[in-house]
């Protein structure tokens, strides 16, 4: 696999998961008639989401591999919005689940995946996606461009790194 991006140096897991904050202030949970406060959205943080690029691993015409969608934020706010990402496989590729997250879903004939992230990823954390899938016994041998892993968020103040390529290695069976 190929990393590029100063975000190498976050750390991986599910560091997107908050704690749980208990009941609001001035609220007694034992009161069921109590009236219920509005409803709050957060408002967006400053954070800096970013698509760091890891390449999959090479396999064979009709094999299978996995797209790894890694995902970090380079801060200086934790994410206050669930963030999506969308995986575009390349010419002769399909998705085959089953996809981590759970929530994963892929649309337009296999050739495209999307996941949701909940709110919560921390500054220099990261979030991964884990996409297998299959290349069509027909593609050639050499390099499979046209893929690609972007990331949308109401937080995110950066675009511009957003969306990174993957390329498949396509070689012959061993």
């Known amino acids: 696999m190929t990393v590029g991006s100063a975000l190498v140096a976050l750390a991986a897991g599910p560091a997107w998961a908050c704690p749980d904050d208990g009941p609001a202030a001035g609220t007694d949970p034992g009161k069921e008639n109590a009236a219920a406060a ?5 408002a967006p943080s400053d954070s800096d989401l970013e698509v ?8 064979a015409p009709g094999g299978t591999t996995t797209v790894h969608a890694f995902i970090g934020n380079g801060g200086p706010d934790r994410t206050a919005s669930a963030f999506t990402v969308v995986v575009t496989l390349p010419e002769g590729v399909t998705a085959e689940g089953p996809f981590f997250p759970e929530n994963c879903y892929e649309f337009q004939n296999g ?4 996941c ?3 709110a919560g990823l921390g500054v220099f954390r990261s979030a991964t996606a884990l996409i297998p899938v299959r290349l069509a016994p027909t593609v ?8 690609y892993v972007a990331v949308r968020s109401d937080d995110d103040r950066n675009e511009a790194n957003n969306r990174q390529p ?4 396509v070689v012959q069976t061993a």
């Open 116 to 118: 949701t992230f909940p």
């Open 52 to 59: 760091v690029r890891l390449d999959p691993d090479a396999a």
């Open 166 to 169: 993957f390329t498949i290695q």
């Open 111 to 114: 050739h495209r995946v999307r």
């Open 38 to 42: 509005p409803a709050v959205t957060p």
């Open 140 to 147: 050639p041998l050499g390099e499979l461009s046209g893929g």
